[in-house]
């Protein structure tokens, strides 16, 4: 069995079985290990390592691979995903638009419930 560490495009997709080890920027590896534990196969596993907030992975290769791709995708901090516009207001006040726009998200919120 491989220990592997670093980026995912250099796993292999093998049947072979190797170890990975990922840390965590933005996402718990407590929340992670839960939320993906269902796409192990049988005979695979993952591991929190708390103190460095890392996941250890033992699985084939392409599934650790799989894995770590979308451990990449969620561990993202919000201030790379959010953009940030200032729109300069000519007709409106800004206090009035800010009440419309907070207003506006309070009732999708309320309509849709908390994310996921």
Do not use: C, W
């Not at 969620?74 to 200032?86: C, F, H, P, Q, W």
């Amino acid at each position: 069995m491989a220990l592997t560490l670093g980026d995912p495009d250099k796993i292999a997709e093998t049947a072979e079985y190797i170890t990975q080890v990922v840390a965590l920027g933005h996402v718990v590896a407590t929340d992670a290990k839960r939320e993906l534990s269902g796409l192990l196969t049988d005979s695979g596993a993952i591991y929190q390592e708390a103190g460095s907030n890392s996941l250890i992975i033992t699985d084939s290769s392409a599934n650790v691979r799989r894995i770590v791709r979308v451990l990449k995708a969620l561990d993202t901090a919000v201030s790379e995903v959010l953009k940030i516009r200032v729109f300069r207001l000519e007709n409106a006040d800004a206090e009035e638009v800010a009440k419309i726009v907070k207003d506006l998200f309070q009732a999708r919120a309320t309509r849709t419930g908390p994310p996921p």
